[in-house]
């Protein structure tokens, strides 16, 4: 590769902010028409590096020198970078919901025509090219009636609309099902044939041994190393060994379930759509849990997973229709939230900062939210019984703050995952269901989720575990159901779950049962 | 640590949200003196300490609700208006009806819970946004305090005028000053002792360092010595006078609405659907009932404010209560309060109508016109939420700690993502 032209130099970059570095002496060579992978846990620095390259940290608030397309730029803000042809996609998504496709693709771009907006230009150019990334839609369409995947497509094109040459991707994948990730990294595959060069920064490692030529591993704000993903034969364990430091024997904790009698049953459940009534969510779903089990439930995006869970624990979504829990042999009746936390269940939701947590609240409140006549008499609060609950989790989880007083809007994302569970284990569940309990998380704060997962199973609790990574299903579980357009297709024990399989059972209504 | 960082950390307490309520203590007292001085101290003297107190406890009980309403991320337009026309209910009960006035005191908080529990059915149950609910009982209550008392005044008589224009009684040797009101006095002094005692203790139950003992000492020094200096001022007052009745309503209910919403399960739901709705309803907390709770609570404080100004006027007229809702809003985001919710506490928003009242009397007492005293009002509110806006937006709180620290390297984060880039070195450094 070192005869092609290289596009982007960062020469010992070094970027701080009162009271810590977050980046010192990072190194990044970026050649012309390659995929870039930059690697490395949350607080690595990636971020950072990448706000440091697209001007969102203008130059002089860091030390080091930026050489693009053989020059030294000096970005004074995005506008700058954007102009030079630099485009980055965050993780989360800036377009506006209520605007069509066509408006968002040339948001602050806008073609005119003597001062006006020339809808009939913008319209055909975003045809052009919404065919460029894939996206079939009518243009007119509004952003929140298309899925995630295709408004991602549309940052995409957004970006083409600004002529870019170097376009940086934060987790692209990480919102995505299984066939929209295919078809995004596909696109990639496409903009490297046609030169475009693309740096990704991602945690799903398969992805990157799949689609990357170069990694680029960055820890605690330095550069460890860049390899080449084929002359140096890179797999997922060799990337792994970079970002923590150290050999990762497993990617998940040693573990013998240690499994009773059923405890918890869900039998023919059936949910509407809040909304349009019409649409069931859920349709005559069934499953047991037993003590000590890790149930996983697969499916892809929109299969209802998380419908399901939500509208078991105290129908917090959707308008029930019919269907029975019954708990240690007896039926409850679970109509809110507090009747669902009394009897017992914890919901830890799939994204924690739009409704799994309080950002304002600090750890200590946060812990107790979920449960505060445990630390209250007679309605009042204990406030050192409060501190002592928090502080217990905080060593017990290894959440890494420097008190229970910090807010839990400075955690990092594994962090606040730990605080989570801590909240919900406050309550003294018997059944906890965690729904994408990693999500956004960095390797060694998911090995320790897991080990917590399989600690809570120990204790006898049952465990239901919603998850898009199939093979953090495959290596957690003991039994896996499979869900497909509202219903239960099929159960797996861990012994028969392999990627293939369980991907054959969440595209198809047929039930295989296979025990 | 430094001492002068000590004393800065651990003055009201250690917590950032103390220190945000310091820097508006700071700004009060500076007000406070700078109206001293400009007045040649018309302003601490004791006959226009208690009519400050007269004129605003009405509008500092409006702000208490206020902030409830506004941490659970609502707001109250209607309150001037509910307050009149419960104003006149009362007046019109006795007058009429010649309900007793206790009676119609009783009579009056009901009415404020009829219409509150009018306003939160709208607002939690159905789901209408409190900004329209409150704009509609804005108009519906003024009109209805019209229409019942044909737009005329009402007399209100004596017993129940003590309320709105009382004092704390005559006993006891002849001291020279109201002994009632230096009992008071002294009550207060105990307790914020106490207080400061229960503090130390529960610091150490949590394993943490309680402030230094000198800091301990001073703090309680300042608050006794303030509370020294009050008594006596409020004690001294011409014969007859002292401690206002519509005070000691007001000392009460700040007592009582602090300790609901600091300490008990909840006062804390209010706060967590301010801070994430669907946070807070997955986390078992009754979204609907605690909307409800604060919109009704919010209607019967202002009843109780409404009774207690026509208590002080002697009667009820059709233009009582005009412009309250703003003054109480001012007064909220004043004292820090968030105006997307979940922030802000009681205790600064009594600060906050404080500096209100005091800038307003100060200007009086200097025969500055309404006119310009309306710009001042406008400029001051718009200036303390600004400075709190921009200390947020820097990643820090204190307006004291800036002064302080004017040097500091700062790396001014860009708005188009400040989550993030507060996030990231913070990310650093606790996963390093």
Not at chain 1, 171 to 180: G, I, M, R, S, Y
Not at chain 1, 181 to 190: E, M, T, V
Not at chain 2, 176 to 184: D, I, Q, V, W
Request: charged share 20%; proline share 3%.
């Amino acid at each position: 590769m070192s005869d092609v032209p290289i596009l982007l130099e960062m020469r010992s970059i070094t970027k701080e902010f009162p009271g810590v570095k977050a980046l010192s002496d990072v190194n990044l060579v970026v050649r012309a028409g390659e995929i870039h992978a930059i690697c490395g846990e949350n607080g690595a620095g990636k971020s950072t590096l990448m706000k440091v390259l697209s001007g969102v940290y203008p130059y002089g608030t860091y030390d080091g020198q930026i050489i693009y397309q053989g020059a030294e730029t000096r970005f004074s803000d995005i506008r700058a970078s954007e102009n030079a042809g630099i485009v980055i996609i965050h993780q989360e998504l800036a377009l506006i919901p209520g605007m069509s496709i066509t408006e968002n693709i040339f948001l602050g771009n806008e073609p005119r025509k003597r001062g006006a907006i020339d809808w009939t230009a913008a319209n055909r150019m975003a045809l052009d090219l919404m065919a460029r990334v894939g996206l079939e839609e009518d243009p007119d369409t509004l952003i929140k009636d298309i899925g995630v995947g295709k408004q991602q497509l549309v940052e995409i094109a957004k970006a083409f609309a600004k002529d870019v040459k170097l376009l940086i991707l934060d987790e692209p994948t990480a919102a995505l099902n299984e066939a929209d990730s295919r078809h995004l990294l596909d696109l990639l595959r496409g903009f490297r044939s046609r030169g475009i060069t693309s740096i990704m920064i991602s945690h799903k490692l398969n992805e990157i041994e799949a689609i990357a030529d170069q990694i680029t591993i960055l820890r605690d704000g330095r550069t460890v190393e860049t390899l080449d993903v084929k002359a140096d034969g890179v797999d997922e364990d060799r990337i792994v060994r970079g970002m923590v430091g150290r050999e990762l024997s497993s990617r998940f904790p040693d573990h013998t379930p240690k499994i009773g009698e059923v405890f918890f049953e869900v039998r023919n459940w059936n949910v509407r759509h809040p909304i349009s009534a019409e649409r069931q969510v859920c349709k005559n779903e069934s499953f047991v849990v037993r003590r000590g089990e890790i149930v996983g439930f697969a499916g892809l995006m929109g299969a209802g997973r998380t419908e399901l869970a939500m509208s078991v624990f105290g129908r917090s979504y959707g308008v029930f229709e019919s269907g029975t829990i019954i708990k240690d042999g007896k039926e409850i009746v679970l109509k809110s939230v507090a009747d669902a936390i009394d009897h017992g269940l914890a919901y830890v939701s799939e994204d924690r900062k739009a409704i799994g947590l309080n950002l304002l609240d600090d750890i200590k409140s946060s812990t107790v939210a979920a449960k505060l006549s445990k630390i209250s008499h007679h309605g009042v609060l204990n406030e050192v019984e409060e501190y002592q609950a928090a502080e217990a989790y905080r060593k017990e989880l290894r959440t890494k703050a420097p008190t229970v007083d910090e807010s839990v809007s400075k955690l990092s994302g594994g962090n606040q995952q730990k605080v989570v569970l801590a909240k919900w284990m406050f309550t003294d569940p018997d059944l906890l269901i965690l729904d994408e309990p990693t999500r956004g998380i960095d390797v060694g704060a998911k090995y320790e989720i897991y080990g917590i997962i399989q600690r809570l199973a120990d204790q006898g609790k049952g465990v239901v575990v919603i998850s898009s990574e199939l093979p953090e299903l495959i290596g957690l579980c003991d039994r896996i159901y499979t869900v497909f357009e509202g219903s239960i297709t099929g159960e797996i024990a861990r012994e028969d779950a392999t990627p293939e399989n369980l991907m054959k059972q969440m595209t198809s209504t047929k039930k295989m049962l296979t025990r | 640590m430094s001492r002068l960082k000590d004393l800065q950390k651990n003055l009201f307490g250690g917590t950032t949200s103390n220190a945000r309520q310091f820097g508006m203590i700071f700004t009060l007292v500076a007000i406070v003196v700078l109206f001293q001085i400009l007045t040649d101290g018309l302003t601490l003297r004791s006959d226009n300490l208690i009519a400050l107190f007269q004129q605003n406890s009405y509008i500092l009980i409006l702000a208490i609700g206020m902030l409830m309403v506004i941490v659970a991320g609502h707001i109250d337009l209607s309150v001037g208006s509910v307050a009149a026309f419960a104003g006149i209910l009362v007046a019109k009960s006795m007058a009429d009806w010649s309900l007793p006035w206790p009676v119609a005191i009783l009579f009056g908080l009901a009415i404020g819970a009829i219409i509150g529990a009018w306003q939160g059915f709208w607002v939690a149950y159905i789901g209408v946004p409190a900004f329209i609910v409150t704009l509609a009982g804005m108009l519906l209550f003024r009109g209805g305090n019209q229409y019942i008392g044909n737009a005329n005044t009402i007399p209100v008589p004596e017993g129940f005028r003590e309320i709105g224009s009382g004092f704390l009684p005559e006993f006891g040797p002849n001291t020279g000053y109201n002994n009632a009101t230096l009992l008071l006095g002294l009550a207060a002094a105990v307790a914020v002792v106490w207080r400061e005692i229960q503090a130390r203790k529960t610091r150490r139950a949590m394993d943490a360092d309680p402030a230094p003992m000198w800091i301990s000492i001073l703090r309680m020094a300042i608050m006794v010595g303030v509370i020294a200096f009050a008594a006596l001022r409020f004690a001294s007052g011409r014969v007859g006078t002292s401690f206002p009745i519509s005070g000691i309503i007001l000392l009460v209910l700040v007592i009582a609405y602090s300790f609901y919403t600091r300490n008990t399960a909840g006062g804390r739901h209010i706060y967590a659907v301010g801070g994430n709705s669907r946070a807070a309803e997955l986390s078992g907390v009754k979204l609907k009932r605690v909307n409800f709770f604060v919109m009704m609570n919010m209607s019967v404080l202002a009843a109780l404010a409404g009774m207690i100004f026509v208590a002080r006027s002697a009667a009820s007229g059709p233009q009582d209560g005009n412009g309250w809702e703003l003054d109480a809003i001012a007064a909220v985001f004043i004292g820090g309060a968030a105006v997307s919710g979940g922030i802000g506490t009681i205790s600064g928003s009594i600060v906050g109508g404080l500096v209100m009242a005091v800038l307003n009397n100060g200007l009086q007492l200097m025969g500055v016109g309404t006119d310009r005293v309306q710009i001042i009002k406008g400029l001051v509110l718009l200036l303390a939420v600004a400075i709190d806006v921009y200390n947020k937006s820097q990643g820090r709180f204190s307006i004291i700690g800036s002064l302080m620290r004017p040097f500091r390297r700062e790396d001014s984060a860009p708005p188009a993502s400040p989550p993030d880039a507060e996030r990231e070195p913070a990310k650093a450094a606790v996963s390093g």
